[in-house]
């Protein structure tokens, strides 16, 4: 290759399945003109998550999946040199792409004990056969976020919770799991985007931590990373002033984090792929086109994620970057190309991927995962209310047809209310409806993973649970992030509270079978809540 074909390898722009015929005509022209070196996926512009201000509502295609498989085949056929192609599947293609096996959230498997790491291990395994079947050799994940700010509006649920020790084993376990079946992995956001309370697609974060503070906490899973040849590690859009002068640059830009810690301090040799170049922390800095992806490439990134000026950018770092370091990056990525098999053909899709596989070890997850947090007898309690008439069960954001409520009913029959939207009319009516009841089970279906608006709960169905709680003797389900707790009112005054993590059928059914058999609750929550 030329200098120049080999500076286009390290641009993986954006391709949005669900896309036009003119823009996926646009990126084959990219590929063919251009040399590019791979490509991330995402389901539409619309879900990209810097649209998120927009509002603007993705369009739902069930032929996703198949559709995905057949553009890999087009790309890969316009390119001279095999695409590393690439997606954000943290819990799983369903992160992307509707139809698809969907695993649980990080912050769910971080509620497993310690010697059940294996079943995050066959997490990554099962991701990484789910991404060989389209096609995609490179994952873009996991996070080795520790997530110590319970106001993280980005982080939150995706990271395995706030124990430096449980983050980096529980990383290491879903990558070994994806290695294990040829696909590569990526650590981020380094230098660790869990303690602030900026979401970086929008704003610029910024870290106040000190060096020592952050070898202490924060680096912990990226050293550990570090010291089992991690494929991959991105950099995050967010500020480190103690490690950058005292300058807020983006830690993506700045040769201080990149060059002189990750690389030099930390020993740090293998890729390094810049966080998306289209986030608005980043993207708005610079009036020149491919002035942005030069001084992430000159800051120490081999692969910018998400670049939109790919000719520009390449020109860019042709005028300005000195062969060595061109050649430096150019072997970084050709290993993990090398390492993903692609360039010996395996480019396209293998296998198919298995919904009875996905069910079972999530089943498994949940038998394991699920965590008491406050019980007074609440067997005892709602058995004893269901002998005397006065049980009655509430399902918060969902109707009652649920697999929770269908469970129970075999040994726990009883009355069933539902409130799927807060309105007054709605709350008046049930609160008229459990007047005759002084024992509820509720399950709250939150609406939302991300802490945004209280996760999305109306202030009036907050109000109505906090009285309920005060009046009523109260076992809560809480089938959603556990930061939620956070916002309920009142929650001292239930009988007893339950954590779940998951609305999958199969954590519904396992809790409704915690509580008729009173068994054991195995998990702990993996972060401090107030």
């Not at 490509?39 to 619309?46: D, K, M, Q």
Request: charged share 20%; with cysteine.
């Amino acid at each position: 290759m030329t200098l120049e074909q080999k500076i286009g390898q390290f641009f993986f722009p954006a391709v949005f399945i669900n896309d036009t015929e003119e823009n996926i005509l646009e990126t084959e022209r990219l590929i063919r003109d251009y040399n590019i070196g791979g490509l991330t996926f995402f389901h539409s512009r619309a879900s990209a998550a810097t649209n998120y201000e927009t509002k603007k509502k993705a369009t739902v295609n069930d032929n996703s999946f198949e559709r995905l498989k057949e553009l890999i085949i087009r790309f890969q056929k316009s390119a001279t040199t095999p695409l590393l192609m690439s997606i954000d599947a943290e819990w799983g293609l369903a992160m992307r792409i509707e139809k698809t096996p969907q695993y649980p959230y990080a912050i769910t498997l971080g509620a497993l004990p310690e010697n059940e790491k294996n079943l995050v291990y066959e997490i990554g395994k099962q991701i990484g056969l789910d991404l060989k079947s389209a096609g995609i050799h490179y994952n873009l994940a996991p996070l080795a976020d520790i997530n110590n700010n319970p106001n993280n509006p980005v982080i939150g649920y995706r990271s395995f919770g706030q124990n430096k020790e449980k983050v980096a084993l529980f990383a290491m376990e879903y990558l070994r799991g994806m290695n294990d079946v040829g696909v590569l992995g990526c650590l981020k956001h380094f230098p660790g985007h869990g303690n602030t309370s900026v979401d970086s697609h929008l704003g610029l974060p910024v870290l106040e931590e000190t060096l020592e503070q952050l070898l202490e906490n924060e680096l912990i899973p990226f050293i550990k990373g570090i010291e089992n040849n991690v494929d991959s590690i991105m950099i995050g859009h967010l500020a480190v002033p103690a490690l950058n002068e005292g300058k807020n640059t983006s830690a993506t830009l700045s040769k201080y984090v990149i060059e002189n810690l990750l690389r030099k301090q930390l020993g740090y040799d293998g890729l390094v792929i810049s966080d998306a170049l289209n986030m608005h922390s980043v993207s708005k800095l610079y009036d020149t086109k491919g002035q942005l992806e030069w001084e992430a490439f000159n800051a120490g990134n081999d692969v910018l994620c998400f670049a939109e000026n790919v000719a520009e950018g390449i020109q860019e770092i042709l005028k300005n970057a000195t062969p060595e370091r061109i050649e430096e990056s150019f072997k970084r990525l050709w290993k993990c190309k090398q390492k993903a098999g692609i360039l010996n053909g395996n480019i396209g899709s293998q296998g198919s991927f298995d919904f009875e596989t996905t069910s079972i070890l999530n089943l498994k997850i949940a038998n394991n995962c699920i965590t008491k947090i406050k019980d007074n007898h609440n067997s005892l309690e709602v058995f004893e209310a269901k002998n005397n008439d006065t049980l009655a069960k509430v399902s918060i954001y969902k109707n009652p047809d649920n697999s929770f409520f269908k469970t129970l009913s075999c040994k726990l029959q009883s009355p069933e209310f539902a409130l799927e939207t807060g309105d007054e009319d709605s709350i008046n009516k049930l609160i008229k409806n459990l007047a005759d009841f002084d024992t509820i089970i509720i399950s709250l279906f939150v609406p939302k993973a991300k802490a945004l608006n209280h996760f999305d709960m109306e202030d009036s169905v907050l109000a109505f649970l906090g009285n309920l709680f005060m009046v009523k003797k109260c076992v809560l389900y809480v089938f959603g992030n556990p930061y939620v707790l956070q916002v309920i009112p009142n929650l001292k005054s239930t009988l007893g509270i339950i954590q779940v993590y998951q609305d999958f059928a199969e954590f519904q059914e396992n809790a409704a079978f915690q509580l008729i058999e009173n068994s054991e609750c195995k998990g702990t929550l993996p972060v401090i809540i107030d």
